[in-house]
């Protein structure tokens, strides 16, 4: 892929990952990846259309999937795809927690583990100190949100090493 799409994807995407929208800031010592939406074993295309930013473990948790089975109801749920779904309709953040709106939303958040305590430990390192632009405090926050951000929160204060958020 030539350095001018590369370019013109991290500035699309006003250089935060189209999943979890952290910023490349957040992250200075990891760059982030220009992803195939759908994977060269799919579609073998380099379209701008078929290529997102994303933070490296978006990246690498996503792989070659294009759905997920949902944590609820065990059925087939096509993941967020950057170029056709508005990332509000799916997504809000519930302080620093990412919240699925819709089924999508919540398929690529358990997917992608967005939530992960890697994850969390960079935003949570770089929100204090203001580097960080996720969307906090959101006022669209809803009732569910807030109990899965605490069930996190629970979770995390338990145990450190296996404070896996689930959904469901």
Not at 50 to 58: K, V
Not at 112 to 126: A, F, P, R, Y
Request: glycine residues 2%.
């Amino acid at each position: 892929m030539d350095v001018a799409t590369q370019r013109t994807v991290r500035n699309r995407a006003r250089n935060q990952c189209e999943y979890c929208q952290l910023p490349q800031t957040a992250t200075p010592f990891l760059t982030f990846h220009v992803e195939h939406i759908q994977a060269k074993q799919h579609v073998s295309e380099d379209s701008l259309d078929n290529l997102a930013l994303a933070f490296p473990d978006c990246n690498r948790f996503k792989g070659p999937n294009l759905t997920s089975l949902s944590s609820i109801t065990r059925k087939i749920i096509r993941l967020f795809h950057p170029r056709n779904d508005q990332w509000s309709e799916h997504f809000e953040y519930e302080s620093s927690v990412l919240v699925g709106l819709r089924p999508i939303g919540e398929a690529t958040i358990d997917l992608l583990q967005i939530n992960s305590d890697e994850q969390m430990k960079c935003v949570l390192h770089w929100v204090p100190i203001g580097r960080c632009e996720r969307k906090l405090n959101s006022p669209n926050t809803t009732t569910s949100s807030t109990r899965q951000r605490d069930r996190w929160l629970a979770a995390a204060a338990r145990e450190p090493s296996d404070s896996k958020l689930t959904f469901g």
